[in-house]
């Protein structure tokens, strides 16, 4: 099974949420499967986008996708 690697950037420690399954945690790299995802950090919602919908594909443990999400 091929994996890709992604790390979601936000100002605050929080859980990761892969297409609804907690997978990782902010400001740390996590292994998904290659593909288009739907990400978000759950509950309370003050962040934005409420959710990004990437398409993981040729990612490196040295060269995850970041994803960012801002504070409201």
Same mark, same amino acid.
């Given at each position: &099974?091929?994996?890709?690697?992604?790390?979601?950037?936000?100002?605050?420690?929080?859980? !990761?949420?892969?297409?609804?399954?907690?997978?990782? *945690?902010?400001?740390? +790299?996590?292994? !998904?499967?290659?593909?288009?995802? /739907?990400?978000?950090?759950? #509950?309370?919602?003050?962040? /934005?986008? +409420?959710?990004?919908?990437? /398409?993981?594909?040729?990612? /490196?443990?040295?060269?995850? &996708?970041?994803? *960012?999400?801002? #504070?409201?």
């Amino acid at each position: &099974m091929a994996v890709e690697y992604v790390i979601v950037r936000f100002p605050q420690r929080r859980a !990761v949420f892969v297409d609804d399954y907690e997978s990782g *945690v902010t400001d740390k +790299k996590f292994r !998904v499967g290659p593909g288009t995802h /739907t990400i978000n950090l759950g #509950e309370p919602r003050d962040y /934005t986008p +409420k959710w990004r919908r990437p /398409t993981v594909v040729h990612t /490196t443990p040295l060269r995850p &996708m970041e994803i *960012v999400f801002e #504070e409201l």
